[in-house]
């Protein structure tokens, strides 16, 4: 158990830096260039899912996401203590993630955002659709192709950065980590409800959609 919670916690970590510190140098290249900034952001994110979902796959499950354990637990794949202790890891190591971002930029290490367009029913929707086609692509992948899992979940959250208003978010614990930084990737710490809210109810519209689509195909008679 001690080695999948470490799994989770440095997986988590890993994804907040990449996702924060691509965003902080894009930035600095790019400057007001927000789209170019947003394409490097993508790329590096989806790059570091590969290499953390390949490398941690085998031994926790690569979640990093307590959407994707909630949906786990909901069909009863992982118990409610490796549930609670998979959250708790997940949510530290993107806090610490961000942290240590911000020390290898030399910027201020303890920061709360102050970026104030994450919020209304367009976002929120955007999060459900985000986190249930993230969904769909993990489970779907498990069904049909385990080994493709790291380069179609990369794939995924790539694509999902530009056909979501929200930029995909699709993960609390990412949701919540990104509020402890004022840079490219933050979100105001008061926006962070909704978006967990929309995240949640994708899981549970998913994991009551995806048992029908989903269902292995009844034997032929």
């Given amino acids: 158990m001690t080695q999948k919670l470490a799994a989770e916690f440095v ?118 659709v985000a986190t249930s086609g993230l969904l769909l692509v993990i489970f779907g992948g498990l069904r049909s192709k385990p080994d493709a899992i790291p380069t179609l979940v990369a794939i995924y959250i790539t694509g999902a950065y530009w056909f979501t208003a929200s930029t995909s978010f699709a993960n609390p614990a990412v949701t919540i980590a990104r509020g402890f930084t004022d840079t490219f990737a933050g979100i105001y710490p008061g926006h962070i409800f909704g978006f967990i809210m929309a995240q949640f109810i994708a899981v549970i519209i998913a994991s009551a959609g995806f048992r029908f689509l989903l269902a292995e195909e009844p034997p032929r008679k």
């Fill in 11 to 128: 997986g988590t970590a890993l994804l907040l830096i990449s996702i924060v510190g691509s965003g902080i140098m894009a930035q600095s290249l790019f400057g007001d260039d927000i789209g170019s900034a947003l394409l490097a952001n993508a790329i590096a994110t989806g790059c570091m899912l590969f290499a953390i979902i390949s490398i941690f796959g085998p031994i926790s499950g690569a979640h990093f996401n307590p959407a994707v354990s909630l949906a786990f637990f909901l069909r009863q794949q992982l118990s409610a203590k490796l549930f609670v202790a998979y959250v708790l890891c997940q949510i530290a190591g993107g806090v610490i993630g961000v942290w240590i971002t911000h020390m290898m930029f030399d910027l201020s290490v303890i920061q709360t955002s102050t970026t104030l367009h994450r919020t209304g029913s367009a976002q929120w929707l955007a999060e459900v």
